[in-house]
């Protein structure tokens, strides 16, 4: 069902970027393979590439957050609206109308998102919280620009069961200004939790607590 759903999101993407001349179509050449599995994979891939794409038209349209809102939600991502701690959006069709809403949360939790679109955290000023868990294209690049973008606002981060992160993509959170939590479980990749640890007590504010443990029992 969600693979389906996000599939549908892609399209409506893909409709919504020839519209406004932000997708350039590739010649059916580059699609020719003996594979069938590589013809899905590349589809797939491309059709990713542009539900993540930055339209910033829309943007102007509809400011930073709502726009920004919209990518996640598409996704498969949730936010949480100052002011509302107890309200998560998650359906794209139910986002509210009103413009001035300001995201304080920001959840992708196996979400299907990619690092360009990563770029719609620019403008973002209000977001205290940010969760990135089970997302199987989070990268270094990724923790990079999120670093760049919340560095003035982002208070308490969770980065767990991520494959492709690295202690290089850890090190690039120092910019993170005001991080007061840093909670990290379940990265393959991450060798020696105590060196981890002790390396980033170096680059992040020392009122910052960072907590790399096992894995949490669900409750």
Known sequence: MASAILLRNCLKAVTCGVQQGGVQVQ???MLHTTDPNSIL????MRLLGVINQVYSYRIKEVGPDRACAEWLVKNGGAVRWVGSPNHTETDFNRL????GLKIEEIICDEAVVLPNGFGYLAGLKHVKKFTLHKCTFASDSMLSYLSCHLTDSLEHLQISSCPRITQSGLDQLEQLKKLQSLLLFDLKRIEGKSACVEQLKKKLPSECQIDFTDEPKPK
């Open 27 to 29: 010649t059916a050449h």
């Open 41 to 44: 994979s590349s589809l797939w």
């Open 96 to 99: 509210p109308q009103n413009l």
